[in-house]
C-alpha cells in the first residue's frame, strides 16, 4: 500500500474529541491519523488504508467516518467517486495547542501509554463485536449503548462484574427480537381497535 504523506508534529487530540462521550476510542485515533494525513490539499488517505492502519475492518471505517462528519470535527472537501479528500476542523489550532502543553516527558509519556493501551482494548473490543454473525445496525446499537460513558468516565461495560460479548449479543438479539414482536403485536391491536371502533360508528348511524 503506498504510503500517506504526513504533515504530523505529534499525537494531538483536541479537546472537544477527547472529552466527546459519544466518540469511541476507535473513532478518536482515526480523527488523528485523519489529522496527521491533513497536509495543505488534505487527506487523500482510503477506507482501506485506515482499516489496516488500525486493524480493523473498512466497514467500522465507514461508520466511524460518517460519526465523525456528521459531529462536525471532519469534512469531506471534494469526492470525485474515486478519491476523497477529508479535512480535520480542527486543524489550525494544532500549532497553537502543541505550543501550550505542559508537563514533564516522563508524564506525557506515561499519560500516552495509558490512553494507548485503552484505544488498544477498545478497538479490539469493538472489532470482536462487529465480526459476530449478526445484524450490522444492531451491533452499533449494542457497541453505543455499552460504550457510553457515566459522570465517572467509566463505561457501562467497565462498570460490569463480568462480561462475555458472544453472551451479552445472545441476549441482546433475543431482547431486540422481542421487543419488536411486541411492537408488531401492539400494532396490529390498536389497528384492529381502530377498525371495531369505525365499524361500531358506521352501524350507529
Same mark, same amino acid.
Given at each position: 500500500?503506498?504510503?500517506?504523506?504526513?504533515?504530523?508534529?505529534?499525537?494531538?487530540?483536541?479537546?472537544?474529541?477527547?472529552?466527546?462521550?459519544?466518540?469511541?476510542?476507535?473513532?478518536?485515533?482515526?480523527?488523528?491519523?485523519?489529522?496527521?494525513?491533513?497536509?495543505?490539499?488534505?487527506?487523500?488517505?482510503?477506507? @482501506? =488504508?485506515?482499516? &489496516?492502519?488500525?486493524?480493523?475492518?473498512? !466497514?467500522?471505517? *465507514?461508520?466511524?467516518?460518517?460519526?465523525?462528519? #456528521?459531529?462536525?470535527?471532519?469534512?469531506?472537501?471534494?469526492?470525485?467517486?474515486?478519491?476523497r479528500i477529508l479535512k480535520s476542523a480542527f486543524k489550525n489550532l494544532e500549532?497553537?495547542?502543541?505550543?501550550?502543553?505542559?508537563?514533564?516527558?516522563?508524564?506525557?509519556?506515561?499519560?500516552?501509554?495509558?490512553?494507548?493501551?485503552?484505544?488498544?482494548?477498545?478497538?479490539?473490543?469493538?472489532?470482536?463485536?462487529?465480526?459476530?454473525?449478526?445484524?450490522?445496525?444492531?451491533?452499533?446499537?449494542?457497541? @453505543? =449503548?455499552?460504550? &457510553?460513558?457515566?459522570?465517572?468516565?467509566? !463505561?457501562?461495560? *467497565?462498570?460490569?462484574?463480568?462480561?462475555?460479548? #458472544?453472551?451479552?449479543?445472545?441476549?441482546?438479539?433475543?431482547?431486540?427480537?422481542?421487543?419488536?414482536?411486541?411492537?408488531?403485536?401492539?400494532?396490529?391491536?390498536?389497528?384492529?381497535?381502530?377498525?371495531?371502533?369505525?365499524?361500531?360508528?358506521?352501524?350507529?348511524?
Open positions: 500500500m503506498k504510503e500517506n504523506k504526513r504533515n504530523f508534529l505529534g499525537v494531538w487530540l483536541p479537546r472537544d474529541v477527547y472529552l466527546d462521550k459519544k466518540l469511541s476510542w476507535t473513532e478518536k485515533i482515526l480523527y488523528v491519523e485523519i489529522q496527521s494525513l491533513d497536509n495543505e490539499q488534505g487527506c487523500f488517505a482510503s477506507n @482501506e =488504508y485506515f482499516a &489496516e492502519f488500525l486493524d480493523v475492518s473498512t !466497514t467500522t471505517i *465507514s461508520i466511524s467516518i460518517s460519526k465523525l462528519k #456528521k459531529l462536525g470535527y471532519v469534512k469531506c472537501i471534494s469526492f470525485d467517486g474515486r478519491r500549532k497553537q495547542a502543541l505550543r501550550k502543553l505542559k508537563g514533564t516527558i516522563k508524564e506525557n509519556l506515561k499519560h500516552n501509554n495509558t490512553i494507548n493501551n485503552s484505544i488498544k482494548l477498545s478497538i479490539k473490543w469493538e472489532d470482536e463485536i462487529m465480526s459476530l454473525d449478526y445484524p450490522k445496525e444492531m451491533k452499533i446499537d449494542f457497541i @453505543e =449503548y455499552w460504550q &457510553e460513558k457515566s459522570k465517572s468516565g467509566k !463505561t457501562r461495560q *467497565s462498570l460490569e462484574k463480568t462480561w462475555c460479548s #458472544k453472551r451479552r449479543m445472545k441476549t441482546w438479539s433475543k431482547n431486540d427480537k422481542k421487543w419488536n414482536h411486541n411492537n408488531t403485536k401492539k400494532s396490529i391491536t390498536n389497528s384492529m381497535d381502530n377498525y371495531l371502533k369505525a365499524k361500531q360508528k358506521l352501524m350507529g348511524q
